[in-house]
């Protein structure tokens, strides 16, 4: 059961993707993709890479945006011409675009669609609120969250379409520090705006580097409260962390929480994860 990556590691991306190709004509662009197989975009200036949620806006000269989505396994990669690429086999390689001097390599994306711009909100409008962006909305947020009142509350936090960005990692630390079980119902929850805003406050305090950490601390093994700490002692109370998965399949998440230190409902705890079901870790986007 692997991850897709954070809002703040999208927002990362883009921000990077944004200082290699915005403002420069590209020289090349080469789409390894049945439906875009015959797209060319040279010449074209980048004016601008925008994160939305989860999601990347590469908007191009002349009215047309490129989407993509990362879900689990995909990546962007910035080299300059003539490094080699290192981000995975020549195989995996789903788009191209350079400049006079960037490389930007997208590997194994799931989602890729050139668009108008003026129909960017096909593929986006659905979401809610960005968590990262400067126009953030905590209200429409929290009227999205509240319209589902009987909702477990570690599900409506991950639901993009009432607020986008946040994912399994800051849903599972936020709802420890403000010591509730994901399986509170929304409704139940003693102070939704301040649950939804300390999210934002440590997505906020990561997206400006590639480790996330919501303990204050980027020492290796020191950076969580909970996450992927199954078995280990909570680290205020010293009670053994405790993991299950949270809705249906094919979209359960693994969640874990501290039966001490959170209260609510919780199901029977399930075995330690394996290696193989842990997210990956956090993907780099530049070398």
């Known amino acids: 059961m692997r991850a897709v990556p954070e809002g703040d590691t999208v927002w ?3 921000k990077r993707m944004d200082e290699a190709l915005a403002g420069r004509a590209l020289v090349l662009s080469d789409f390894r993709v049945p439906q875009l197989a015959t797209a060319d975009l040279s010449g074209r200036a980048v004016l601008e890479v925008v994160p939305r949620g989860k999601h990347m806006l590469t908007r191009i000269e002349g009215g ?3 989407h993509t989505h990362f879900r689990m396994d995909g990546s962007w990669h910035l080299y300059r011409p003539g490094d080699r690429w290192q981000g995975g086999p020549a195989w995996q390689v789903r788009a191209v675009l350079e400049n006079a001097e ?8 799931p989602v890729l669609e050139l668009l108008e711009t003026a129909d960017e909100d096909a593929a986006v409008g659905h979401l809610g609120p960005d968590v990262l962006a400067d126009d953030w909305d905590l ?14 509350v570690g599900l409506a936090l991950l639901d993009q379409r009432a607020l986008a960005g ?3 990692l800051y849903r599972t630390e936020v709802l420890f520090l403000r010591g509730l079980t994901p399986w509170v119902r929304v409704a139940d929850v003693p102070d939704l705006p301040a649950l939804v805003e300390k999210g934002r ?11 996330q950490s919501t ?6 093994g020191q950076s969580h409260w909970v996450f992927e700490r199954s078995g280990q002692p909570c680290r205020r109370c010293g009670t053994r962390i405790l993991t299950a998965e949270q809705g249906r399949a094919p979209y359960a998440r693994l969640t874990y929480w501290c039966p ?3 209260i609510g409902p919780a199901p029977p705890p399930a075995r330690a994860p394996r290696r193989t079901d842990r997210p990956l870790g956090r993907s780099r986007y530049v070398p």
């Open 64 to 66: 047309l945006t490129l």
């Open 201 to 211: 406050r440590l997505m906020l305090a990561n997206r400006g580097h590639w480790e």
């Open 215 to 220: 303990t204050g601390s980027l020492r290796r």
């Open 166 to 168: 946040l994912g399994n």
């Open 139 to 152: 209200d429409e947020a929290l009227r999205r969250l509240r319209s589902e009142p009987d909702r477990e």
């Open 12 to 14: 990362l991306a883009a």
């Open 102 to 109: 960037w490389q930007a390599v997208g590997y194994r994306l």
């Open 260 to 262: 001490r230190c959170q």
